[in-house]
């Protein structure tokens, strides 16, 4: 199964073992604060999802490890839009790692995996309105917007980006099978 690489992150597909990191940041409810707080369960449910959706689709959630610690900082990856067959970018970090660009730089190497390796057409993401950090961070990934929307029960922002409108940056990406 293939691994990504960055500068500064390697994502690696979930195992059963990160579990109990998963939950502590499912668990935090600043984390989690425009995505509700997950309980063990669900925390479970969301793990087995991650690992099943590459068995199936060949694309989904990574782990994300901070290189120079060893340290899983969060999660981001590609997923099935709720109730529709669309593709869409998600990614949540823990707190210490905010406001360093670590979002946009795992953002971008997902990009790049969803639409070289997976080849993938289009690839959409969603936020809370009020979430303006993340709002950024799928701006600066170069996504348009499209329209508000109501998606996991949330009113949201949607955005879109095809392959064609999409314009890479020359950042380090390193494919590992």
């Known amino acids: 199964m293939p691994e990504i690489e960055t500068p500064r992150l390697r994502l690696r597909h979930f195992n059963l073992n990160d579990f109990d990191y998963l939950f ?3 668990s935090d409810a600043e984390v989690m604060r425009y995505l509700s707080p ?3 369960e669900q925390t479970q449910a969301s ?3 991650h690992i099943k959706q590459w068995q199936q ?3 989904g959630m990574w782990a994300v490890i901070h290189k120079e610690t060893g340290t899983m900082i969060g999660r981001c990856g590609l997923g099935f839009l709720e109730n529709t067959p669309e593709v869409e ?7 210490p790692y905010w406001n360093m660009g670590i979002a946009t730089e795992a953002s971008v190497a997902t990009l790049k ?3 070289w390796e997976v080849k ?3 690839i959409v993401a969603i936020a809370h309105p ?9 701006q600066k990934l170069g996504m348009k917007y499209k329209n508000n929307a109501h998606h996991y029960g949330h009113d949201v922002v949607y955005y879109a980006l095809t392959h064609t409108e999409w314009q890479p940056d020359d950042s380090l990406y390193i494919l590992k099978s």
């Open 47 to 49: 793990l087995s999802k």
């Open 113 to 115: 995996f969803g639409f």
């Open 130 to 138: 009020e979430n303006i950090a993340s709002v950024r961070v799928i």
């Open 120 to 122: 993938l057409d289009r």
């Open 57 to 59: 689709h060949n694309f």
């Open 24 to 26: 502590r940041l499912y």
């Open 89 to 95: 970018l998600g990614y949540v970090f823990d707190k």
């Open 38 to 40: 997950r309980s063990r």
